[in-house]
T-cell receptor, first 117, second 112 residues
């Protein structure tokens, strides 16, 4: 597609529910990133894929967070047993190139706003 | 640990003036630095990239400098307009895998 698409745009979950957030990157983009953005803060890195390989998941806050990109295109971020502190905007971004040798210019989606009650 | 700081949370200026935003980093030797713009309810949008061997980069009314000795980048918007009001984020690559980490951002308000 023309841009990075994220769904749902808004999700309200009760504490303890599981949620799944979807990201459709730009076709052909090698790299895919997930970020968490709290109100008034910058995006905090969660995890990074190059094609289907998850190269860095050091930013995932706990083992309740899980991300996958099984065919190297669409990615899903799953949060199990949601807590109130998980409330944030979850941003997905993709990049044509991969690795530190290239300049990873990211194209972001509009984000999925998660509210945990 | 590696850290990026954008010194001002908010910057208010008058239309027509030059806005200058600061990004400082510690414990990094980044090969390049990027600046993004974020409007409310939207994802960040890429503006400029500057490499470590470039002192300055320009794009229309935007200018970015990169001082690897001071570990600092300055982002300038000349002849600012109310439409420039947004949050501006700097970003650096971390590690060998190429993932970008972001500063907290500076919210710029340009008043008519």
């Amino acid at each position: 597609g023309a841009g990075v698409s994220q769904s749902p745009r808004y999700k309200v979950a009760k504490r303890g529910q599981d949620v799944a957030l979807r990201c459709d990157p730009i076709s052909g983009h090698v790299s895919l990133f997930w970020y968490q953005q709290a109100l008034g803060q910058g995006p905090e890195f969660l995890t990074y894929f190059q094609n289907e390989a998850q190269l860095d998941k050091s930013g995932l806050p706990s083992d309740r967070f899980f991300a996958e990109r099984p065919e190297g295109s669409v990615s899903t971020l799953k949060i199990q047993r949601t807590q109130q502190e998980d409330s944030a905007v979850y941003l997905c971004a993709s990049s044509l190139t991969g690795g530190a040798s290239g300049a990873n210019v990211l194209t972001f989606g509009a984000g999925s706003r998660l509210t945990v009650l | 640990s590696q850290k990026i700081e954008q010194n001002s949370e908010a910057l208010n200026i008058q239309e027509g003036k030059t806005a200058t935003l600061t990004c400082n980093y510690t414990n990094y030797s980044p090969a390049y630095l990027q600046w993004y713009r974020q409007d409310p309810g939207r994802g960040p949008v890429f503006l400029l990239l500057i490499r470590e061997n470039e002192k300055e980069k320009r794009k229309e009314r935007l200018k970015v400098t990169f001082d690897t000795t001071l570990k600092q980048s300055l982002f300038h918007i000349t002849a600012s307009q109310p439409a420039d009001s947004a949050t501006y984020l700097c970003a650096l690559v971390r590690g060998s895998q190429g993932n970008l980490i972001f500063g907290k951002g500076t919210k710029l308000s340009v008043k008519p």
